[in-house]
């Protein structure tokens, strides 16, 4: 189930994501976590500092459940989409108390690509986001804008609109993960620069302020994501707004993702 990994007494632990997409069946799912355990596990890495979780396939998530558990596994996971609606006719999809029973921690809401080629609306990936609290898992919501929002809307205000859009319709003390990822930037090579990065993650963050108060805004975890790899981490990591990464692409390769969760070590931060 969920865990919360945020106080103002100790700080936001940094939370590094990795969204596999539409990628890996589920014994490549089970292969993919083994190795990614033992690279971290050999590199010594400290799942307390900074906390590592994987978003696999629906048709995974059973797989790496059992492995996690059997093999008593620090690393979590969660789905990459769910269902507004409670367990009843809507075929074809997941709803939010199926995941809680894989003990799934998160579910991704509102990807840009569940945005663009599906259509979903702000009002879509708040009932989203409501339904995932009301089964105690944490959602991991997606903001961010296309090329045409920054020329026509400037910065953060895309963004801003749409995190709006979650908090009017979910409880002010749920826990909740955002992640600032720019349209223009996924799977571009062209990342946002990490001054970009901050100065987005900061308007986010004083809009979670505004609307349920300095303590929420000091513990919420903003993720940056958007063509995030193992050379570019360490500069989003060093903003002081930026509490991890989605990873996309460069989360699919057990090594690059490993360099990525290990930033502190291999780059001076």
């Known amino acids: 189930m969920a865990r919360v990994n ?11 994501a990795g969204n596999w997409k539409m990628n890996f069946d589920h014994l490549q799912a089970i292969a993919f976590v083994q190795k990614l355990a ?6 010594r890495h400290d799942f307390g500092a900074v906390e590592v979780a994987v978003f696999p396939p629906f048709t995974d998530l059973r797989s790496v459940q059992t492995l996690v558990a059997a093999d008593k596994l ?14 009843g006719a809507f075929t074809g999809e ?8 894989l003990d799934c921690s998160y579910v991704l809401i ?30 991991l919501v997606c903001v961010g804008e296309t090329a045409e929002d920054l020329e026509t809307h400037g910065a953060s205000a895309v963004p801003v609109a749409q995190l709006n859009a979650v908090l009017d319709a979910i409880p002010k003390t749920a826990d909740f ?3 600032y990822e720019p349209v223009w930037a996924i799977g571009s090579g062209q990342p946002a620069t990490p001054e970009q990065a901050q ?4 308007a986010l963050r004083a809009t979670i302020a505004a609307r349920l108060g300095d303590e929420a805004a000091a513990v919420t975890r903003v993720l940056y994501g958007g063509s995030v790899k193992a050379d570019n981490i360490a500069g989003f990591m060093r903003q002081p707004d930026v509490d991890g990464a989605l990873v996309g692409g460069a989360s699919l390769d057990v090594e690059g993702f490993s360099a990525i969760v ?6 001076g931060v």
């Open 6 to 16: 945020r106080s103002p007494a100790d700080g936001r632990i940094p939370l590094i």
């Open 177 to 179: 993960v955002v992640a």
């Open 94 to 101: 997941i709803a939010a108390s199926f995941l809680a029973q």
């Open 74 to 87: 620090p690393i979590v996971y969660g789905a990459q989409d769910v269902c507004a609606h409670a367990p």
């Open 110 to 139: 509102g990807h840009s690509e569940r945005r663009t080629f599906y259509g979903e609306t702000d009002e879509v990936i708040a009932a989203k986001t409501a339904a995932a609290i009301g089964a105690g898992l944490v959602p």
């Open 38 to 43: 033992w690279s971290l596990k050999d590199a």
């Open 262 to 267: 290990r930033y502190q070590k291999h780059v």
């Open 199 to 202: 100065q987005v993650a900061s």
